[in-house]
């Protein structure tokens, strides 16, 4: 799942296609058309649904047609790559324990929209990411990884955002790899 950029979801795809992340990838959800991430899907060859939360009355309904496509697709994990969305008890019931997130800060610490600012505000010198499960208590689910990225007294937002992707984009495939056992069905 992803709303944006979605450098992520193509660090997901470039492990899976070298081989350090056995996985495969049945779909991608977006929730923006034309997102960058749905321009790196079709680039990819990538199955792509665009589930569009404007449509929808509440977040239960997105919740419950994004439950269903998982479904019918025969996902065993989803992971919200940037999907900048909260998710109801929908979804984390359906996929319980395998729902993943990753959040651009060390959890517990800056939960919710932009972290990198928040980080940034509190004068950190050390942030990072966080790879979890996702539970209904927002960016507070079990933690399955971080990497840890220095913040320097000359950064601003980019160029600490940025650091901190470089990070991500190695942290979200190995923390599938390192977690694929638990999740494999049969
Ligand atoms: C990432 O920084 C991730 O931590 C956050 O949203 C951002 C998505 O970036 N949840 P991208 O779309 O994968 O480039």
Same mark, same amino acid.
């Given at each position: 799942?992803a709303? /944006? #950029? /979605?450098?992520?979801?193509?660090?997901?795809? &470039?492990?899976?296609?070298?081989?350090?992340?056995?996985? +495969?990838?049945?779909?991608?959800?977006? #929730?923006?058309? #034309?997102?960058?991430?749905?321009?790196?899907?079709?680039?990819? /060859?990538?199955?792509?649904?665009?589930?569009d939360?404007?449509?929808?009355? #509440?977040?239960?309904?997105?919740?419950?047609?994004?439950?269903?496509?998982?479904?019918?697709?025969?996902?065993?994990?989803?992971?919200?790559?940037?999907?900048?969305?909260?998710?109801?008890?929908?979804?984390?019931?359906?996929? *319980? +324990?395998?729902?993943?997130?990753?959040?651009p800060?060390?959890? *517990?610490?800056?939960?919710?929209?932009?972290?990198?600012?928040?980080?940034?505000?509190? /004068?950190?010198?050390?942030?990072?990411?966080?790879?979890?499960?996702?539970?209904?208590?927002?960016?507070?689910? *079990?933690?399955?990884?971080?990497?840890?990225?220095?913040?320097?007294?000359?950064?601003?937002?980019?160029?600490?955002?940025?650091?901190? &992707?470089?990070?991500?984009?190695?942290?979200?495939?190995?923390?599938?790899?390192?977690?694929?056992?638990?999740?494999r069905?049969?």
């Open positions: 799942m709303s /944006g #950029n /979605g450098s992520n979801f193509e660090a997901i795809v &470039q492990a899976i296609n070298t081989g350090r992340l056995g996985a +495969e990838i049945p779909l991608l959800v977006v #929730n923006n058309k #034309n997102c960058g991430a749905q321009q790196r899907a079709d680039r990819f /060859g990538i199955h792509l649904e665009v589930v939360h404007r449509s929808y009355p #509440n977040r239960e309904a997105l919740d419950r047609q994004l439950v269903s496509l998982f479904q019918s697709h025969q996902v065993d994990v989803v992971v919200m790559a940037g999907w900048m969305r909260i998710v109801t008890d929908v979804l984390v019931k359906a996929f *319980p +324990e395998r729902l993943v997130n990753i959040h800060s060390l959890l *517990p610490s800056f939960r919710g929209l932009d972290a990198v600012g928040q980080a940034l505000k509190a /004068g950190v010198s050390i942030s990072g990411c966080t790879v979890h499960i996702v539970t209904t208590e927002l960016d507070a689910g *079990p933690i399955l990884a971080q990497a840890a990225v220095p913040v320097f007294a000359t950064d601003n937002h980019d160029s600490l955002a940025k650091r901190v &992707q470089q990070q991500e984009h190695v942290l979200l495939p190995a923390t599938l790899q390192q977690n694929a056992h638990r999740w069905q049969g």
